[in-house]
């Protein structure tokens, strides 16, 4: 690693809390590797806040503040912010930012470190939950979830993100891979759900099991966590909150995620995706079988997750079926 590595910060903003945004602002300040620029991206802000992101970070160049007159989501936010990061030529490592959170002073420094000795392209840690008064609810977001980011592999990242886009770093050698960020009609997988894909193809993915981010939660969260993320009786229980109502959603959301990756590479994936049962072929079809037993086999606490897509995609055929039906046939 050379001193000379400067890490584009993309810190996306829509109306932020002036509180958390100061602190979030000062901890990057904080940061023991100060070799670092920051693209503030701001998605159409009422006047007052835009104001205040300026007064901020007024007195530091390394701050970067683009305000933009339309509002795209956080999504579309983020790849907008990389379209400001590729501008830069010197940026060798890029690393996502929430408006609301507390980086740890060593974050930026740890994560470089690890992401160049271990040849990674991607490398992410553990997380700590505070709540709106910076007290601590849970020392680790992955002993809270119950993520095993260690079991990941291709298919199993498609059921389910286990890389929180604030606690990333990766090379900015992939954003040619990672731009333009496929379309979505209605947001349902988020950026960093993507990049993670983009890295674990492309090459390796590391993971740091230490808290790097005091991640915020809160009323106002765009992504929020929930205990025991994916297993059985945690996605039984949400069910039953939801009042047992089907919507086909989740399946939609990993269909169409999955046809997005096949699609941007198929060249790479096409002679070793051809096997019928695989999911990323079959668009999560049978082989989600295949991937509930390789979560319960491997520990990667996502069984759940994968029977709650059999179920719906099982409902959708259906529905799918009885419609074609109906519309067939003439009515009497």
């Not at 947001?187 to 993915?205: N, Y």
Request: glycine share 4%.
């Amino acid at each position: 690693m050379q001193k000379q590595e400067k890490i584009g910060i993309v810190l996306a903003t829509y109306n932020p809390q002036l509180e958390y945004f100061q602190k979030q602002i000062q901890s990057i300040k904080n940061q023991t590797w100060q070799n670092w620029i920051c693209h503030i991206v701001d998605d159409c802000s009422q006047v007052e806040y835009q104001a205040a992101i300026k007064k901020n970070v007024e007195n530091d160049s390394r701050f970067i503040c683009h305000f933009h007159s339309n509002n795209l989501k956080h999504y579309y936010n983020f790849e907008r912010g990389l379209q400001y990061c590729i501008q830069d030529p010197k940026i060798t490592a890029i690393a996502f930012c929430d408006q609301d959170d507390i980086w740890i002073a060593e974050k930026l420094e740890v994560l470089l470190k690890t992401l160049r000795f271990e040849h990674a392209l991607l490398v992410h840690s553990d997380l700590e939950l505070i709540d709106s008064h910076d007290q601590t609810i849970n020392h680790s977001t992955w002993d809270f979830e119950g993520r095993q980011p260690e079991k990941a592999t291709v298919e199993l990242l498609l059921l389910r993100n286990v890389v929180t886009g604030c606690s990333s770093l990766f090379c900015s050698s992939l954003i040619t891979d990672i731009l333009p960020f496929p379309q979505q009609n209605e947001i349902g997988w988020h950026h960093d759900w993507w990049v993670a894909l983009v890295a674990i193809q492309k090459g390796k993915i590391k993971h740091i099991r230490q808290p790097l981010v005091r991640y915020r939660l809160h009323t106002s969260n765009a992504v929020g966590t929930m205990q025991n993320a994916g297993n059985f009786y945690t996605e039984l229980m949400l069910w039953f909150k939801k009042k047992c109502r089907i919507t086909g959603k989740s399946y939609l959301i990993h269909s169409n995620l999955s046809k997005a990756f096949q699609a941007r590479f198929y060249q790479q994936l096409n002679s070793t995706w051809y096997n019928p049962f695989d999911d990323r072929h079959l668009d999560f079809g049978l082989g989600i079988l295949r991937l509930c037993y390789q979560s319960l086999k491997t520990g990667y606490r996502s069984e759940g997750i994968a029977m709650r897509i059999l179920i719906f995609k099982i409902i959708f055929d259906v529905q799918q079926l009885l419609n074609y039906i109906l519309n067939f046939f003439p009515k009497f």
